[in-house]
């Protein structure tokens, strides 16, 4: 089975790349993170990918584009609503480019966060499948969350420390 794996940063790859590998075989990488700021954070997270996807032997495709302001202008006015857009935009690009690379099915790192909504990425997830026709492959990746992070502290990876947009940075850091 071929896999697109949809990828947010190099840590919360660690345990998916692993299981799915042992599950399904075959995993590609897509880093599409348009909510991802500043930029420089973003330039941060994505070297510390190429990092990692060199070390593991993992192919991931790069976006070529960075349409913060599409996703600025969608979220602005959504409130704690604003994952929504987040996860719909991430995960249509990632189905959208699985059916070109002719894979069997698409999923995300998204899974294995214990800090994202993971019933609204699987949802989503589900939905796109339908209208997209190329299957969700859906695990809770959550299970792996201890191992994922005592793997990326002894491989000193770079780990952010909120979700990435400039909502989340200030929600973990603004205490007013």
Same mark, same amino acid.
């Given at each position: 089975?071929?896999?697109?794996?949809?990828?947010?940063?190099?840590?919360?790859?660690?345990?998916?790349?692993?299981?799915?590998?042992?599950?399904?075989?075959?995993?590609?990488?897509?880093?599409?993170?348009?909510?991802?700021?500043?930029?420089?954070?973003?330039?941060?997270?994505?070297?510390?990918?190429?990092?990692?996807?060199?070390? #593991?032997?993992?192919?991931?495709?790069?976006? #070529?584009?960075?349409?913060?302001?599409?996703?600025?202008?969608?979220?602005?006015?959504?409130?704690?609503?604003?994952?929504?857009?987040?996860?719909?935009?991430?995960?249509?690009?990632?189905?959208?480019?699985?059916?070109?690379?002719?894979?069997?099915?698409?999923?995300?790192?998204?899974?294995?966060?214990?800090?994202?909504?993971?019933?609204?990425?699987?949802?989503?997830?589900?939905?796109?499948?339908?209208?997209?026709?190329?299957?969700?492959?859906?695990?809770?990746?959550?299970?792996?969350?201890? #191992?994922?992070?005592?793997?990326?502290?002894?491989?000193?990876?770079?780990?952010?420390?909120?979700?990435?947009?400039?909502?989340?940075?200030? #929600?973990?850091?603004?205490?007013?």
């Amino acid at each position: 089975m071929k896999i697109l794996l949809h990828i947010c940063c190099a840590p919360c790859t660690i345990y998916p790349l692993q299981t799915l590998r042992e599950e399904t075989g075959r995993i590609e990488g897509l880093f599409f993170n348009p909510n991802i700021h500043p930029y420089l954070e973003y330039r941060k997270r994505l070297g510390t990918l190429r990092e990692f996807a060199a070390r #593991e032997g993992l192919s991931v495709e790069e976006a #070529e584009d960075y349409p913060m302001e599409d996703f600025l202008r969608k979220t602005s006015f959504m409130g704690r609503d604003r994952c929504s857009y987040c996860y719909e935009v991430r995960l249509r690009r990632t189905a959208a480019h699985a059916r070109k690379g002719l894979f069997d099915a698409f999923t995300t790192t998204l899974l294995y966060s214990r800090y994202q909504k993971h019933d609204l990425i699987r949802q989503t997830g589900e939905a796109i499948a339908r209208e997209m026709k190329i299957p969700f492959f859906y695990r809770d990746f959550r299970v792996g969350w201890s #191992e994922g992070v005592r793997l990326s502290k002894e491989m000193d990876m770079y780990r952010q420390k909120y979700c990435g947009c400039i909502f989340s940075e200030k #929600e973990r850091y603004f205490k007013g």
